[in-house]
């Protein structure tokens, strides 16, 4: 099984996110512990790929240019 790179968990990440969820649902769906996603899910924060809700996370604008644009170099064979 090939280990994911950390670009392909932010990816993951956010598109779990995208209509919003918990942070149990993003572990499980992302399948990583809760310390590391606790780490991604700061990080997503501070360069506003991700924003916090009362209800729990939800990928920006930004983070779906992320997507969009990871999906993008994928089919390049870049990603």
Same mark, same amino acid.
């Not at 769906?29 to 997503?44: M, Q, T």
């Not at 916090?52 to 240019?65: F, I, M, Q, V």
């Given at each position: 099984? =090939?280990?994911?790179? #950390?670009?392909?968990?932010?990816?993951?990440? $956010?598109?779990?996110? *995208?209509? +919003?969820?918990?942070? !149990?649902?993003?572990?499980?769906?992302?399948?990583?512990?809760?310390?590391?996603? =606790?780490?991604?899910? #700061?990080?997503?924060?501070?360069?506003?790929? $991700?924003?916090?809700? *009362?209800? +729990?996370?939800?990928? !920006?604008?930004?983070?779906?240019?992320?997507?969009?644009?990871?999906?993008?170099?994928?089919?390049?064979?870049?990603?």
């Amino acid at each position: 099984m =090939k280990r994911r790179e #950390s670009m392909d968990i932010c990816r993951d990440i $956010l598109q779990l996110t *995208r209509n +919003g969820a918990i942070k !149990t649902r993003i572990v499980y769906g992302a399948n990583l512990n809760f310390e590391i996603v =606790k780490g991604y899910l #700061s990080k997503l924060l501070s360069l506003g790929l $991700l924003e916090e809700s *009362r209800k +729990g996370y939800r990928t !920006t604008e930004k983070g779906l240019d992320f997507i969009e644009s990871y999906e993008e170099l994928s089919r390049f064979g870049l990603m």
